[in-house]
């Protein structure tokens, strides 16, 4: 079978599994939080396919390989320690959806999420068998962007952590670190890490695909799961000190405070 089609095909029937397992813990212990830890810990599998299966050149496997699992490991550790730390209380939106969705309607939702694992390793798939043997200088700027936005994520997930820590800060609005100089930090840096990705692998054959990785990834933080529904929250919880937050403080790009 053509490794296009093998590689994705056999990392699907992977987190699939992993996907499965997951939802069956879920039911035991009645916390469906838990499937963001593997989503996130479920790239570090498919980089491991990947990097064993392809045939591409061996410098730029190592490349994705490497970038590809840090981001991986940093995501997943940081779910594991926030999810992990409350198992016996569900997230508010998992409570939400539990009240409306059969088991199985969350069967069928794990496995859209192992989907999508896929879906957005497609540049993965696609430098890893990209056979041309040099680098060009797209595929070192987007390495070196994608290391400063896995940094980035880091950064803003940890600073908002540390702020959440200090009881003296319940029911503040988190102005600390980049924060100050952005409402979603760790979401713009999120975006970065695709549009990385996308430079990356655009000058591989079918780089073209990547595009659809920042493009829904986008949507869904602009639309769906992503501002909207945190911003809702946060007017809920903060009320008037976060509509100030909102007409001072960059929506998305950091940037410096309005007046």
């Not at 695909?209 to 945190?230: A, E, Q």
Request: charged letters at 15%; proline letters at 4%; one cysteine or more.
């Amino acid at each position: 079978m053509n490794l296009y089609l093998y590689i994705p095909l056999l990392s699907f029937a992977a987190v699939s599994v992993i996907m499965t397992l997951v939802y069956l813990w879920a039911l035991k212990i009645k916390n469906n939080g838990i499937v963001d830890i593997f989503w996130a810990f479920n790239f570090l599998v498919i980089a491991f396919i990947t990097y064993f299966l392809a045939d591409g050149f061996e410098p730029r496997k190592k490349i994705v390989f490497i970038l590809a699992s840090l981001w991986s490991l940093r995501l997943g550790t940081y779910l594991l320690i926030r999810v992990g730390g409350h198992l016996k209380e569900e997230e508010g939106r998992y409570k939400a959806l539990r009240a409306e969705w059969s088991n199985t309607k969350f069967f069928g939702f794990y496995q859209m999420q192992a989907l999508s694992n896929v879906f957005l390793a497609l540049p993965f798939f696609i430098t890893s068998l990209n056979t041309t043997p040099h680098l060009n200088v797209l595929e070192y700027a987007g390495a070196i962007l994608w290391l400063i936005s896995i940094v980035g994520e880091g950064v803003s997930d940890w600073q908002l952590k540390h702020f959440k820590n200090n009881p003296s800060n319940k029911g503040k609005v988190c102005e600390y670190g980049l924060w100050n100089y952005s409402r979603h930090p760790n979401y713009f840096f999120q975006l970065m890490i695709w549009i990385s990705v996308t430079i990356f692998s655009v000058s591989s054959p079918y780089g073209w695909l990547s595009l659809l990785c920042p493009l829904s990834i986008g949507f869904l933080i602009f639309k769906v799961t992503g501002i909207p529904m945190t911003e809702e929250q946060a007017l809920r919880s903060k009320g008037e000190a976060y509509r100030t937050y909102q007409r001072t403080t960059s929506a998305f790009v950091p940037w410096f405070k309005k007046k």
